[in-house]
């Protein structure tokens, strides 16, 4: 009995009846047993599942999917080899049981297709477009191979998200005791991103990390650079995405330098909404580059750069670019930077009067009491804050008072983390009942506006 694909197999084995069940006085002549997916192994196959057969031996030849009725055609689609080439399957199957086959075989976990907008088909070719980038060589890159592979994927790439990229090989030399040794690595380019950037159509995300996992023995810091022409190459992809919203460059030696060449090109993008450079090498120099970013790119929403090596001269340069900001950053994260007492005052005194910026995250930037005083100040008067993250910074209780006091007087912000601050329990108490009074308020002008715009609708 043919078991399609669709029905596990556990649900059989659930349903199976017992030993007991089986020696039952009318059980024990019958012969067609729909609990046992052998019982017909013996019985002549039809006519019809014989020609779907010999339909799937000679796909690669015939393909005469659209020619079959409902019932044959999933029957073929159960039974087709998972390893036919792309260049057959992905115009011609629409997405559904071959998909799913295809993937929950070739990967055991990690197959939650909601995150693909529930598409198999999706889900199969961004994770085969992410392996086969991840585990191409620079010296085996094929241009023409890379442009057929992207067309097939280009509709339904939306996705990309790519967890190493292979180092180019060293060439060897043989030493005197007849063992080869690598030679220096004169450079570090890796296989060229543009092509897949510029020939997904369809891409809104793209994450990056440089490096190699699972290199084992085999670890060298230059497996984990990156060069200038890398950032050229992502820029010039970046010039042609139409549909980039989010760009994620994280754990990578991405410094002052590689940053300006790659932001000289992303400042022609205008869809991007989102920039993460987490964990990177990014110092003063680069903030400032990134802080010109944001004057010429009206599109950008939110600005992600933790953990970097960014200072109090680095924050003063993105706080100035705040005050040009034609279209408005709605998200500032910052966590994990030695910004200082300075940084942060810089920042406030742009946020005073910001009618735009509504979470900002401090975590660890290394403040004290006099900026939270600043801080508090700002609070009472900003309008558009309304997650603010000040935790792991020494506030002491001055800086408390000055939370506390500050937030009285604010009628915006919902969410202000203040763990490890050392602020007093009063302070605490002080500042949650504040923020209480904040989310109701919030809560009531929800349900005013649900209201008003359900009686709209009526009218």
Known sequence: ???????????????????????????????????????????????????????????????????????????????????????????????????????????????????????????????????????????????????????????????????????????????????????????????????????LVCLEELHIMFGVRQCGMNFAWILFKFSAMDCLNIGMGLNSAKCMKTLRIHRSTLDDTLVTILLQHMVKNTTITRVDFSHCNIGDNGALAIGKLLIFQPTLKELVLCNNKIGAAGASGLASALTHRSSPLKLLDLRLNVIGNQGVTDLCSVLTNSEHLQALILVSCGFTEQAAIKIGHMLQQNTSLQALDVSNNYLGEVGGEALSLGIKDNTTLLKLDHRMTGITKECESSINMSLKHNIDRYKRKQRELAEATGNNDEE
């Open 1 to 199: 009995m043919r078991v399609p694909h669709t029905i596990p197999c556990n649900t059989y084995q659930v349903y199976h009846p017992s030993d007991t069940t089986e020696n039952l006085q009318g059980e024990v002549n019958r012969t067609l047993r729909s609990e046992d997916v052998t019982w017909d192994k013996n019985i002549p196959s039809t006519l019809v599942t014989l020609c779907v057969q010999s339909l799937v031996s000679n796909f690669k030849d015939k393909q005469a999917l659209q020619l079959l009725p409902d019932e044959d055609r999933c029957l073929l689609l159960e039974t087709l080899p998972i390893d036919l080439p792309l260049i057959i399957t992905v115009p011609l199957l629409e997405d559904g049981i071959y998909w799913k086959r295809c993937s929950q075989i070739r990967w055991q976990s990690l197959n939650d297709v909601r995150d693909y907008e529930g598409s198999w088909k999706r889900l199969y070719l961004e994770r085969h477009l992410q392996e086969y980038i991840e585990n191409l060589a620079p010296e085996d890159f094929v241009h023409s191979e890379v442009e057929s592979l992207v067309h097939l994927c280009s509709s339904y790439v939306k996705r990309l998200n790519i967890l190493q990229l292979q180092a180019p090989q060293p060439p060897t030399f043989l030493g005197s005791n007849g063992y080869e040794w690598p030679t220096e690595i004169v450079s570090v380019d890796h296989i060229n991103l543009e092509p897949f950037i510029k020939g």
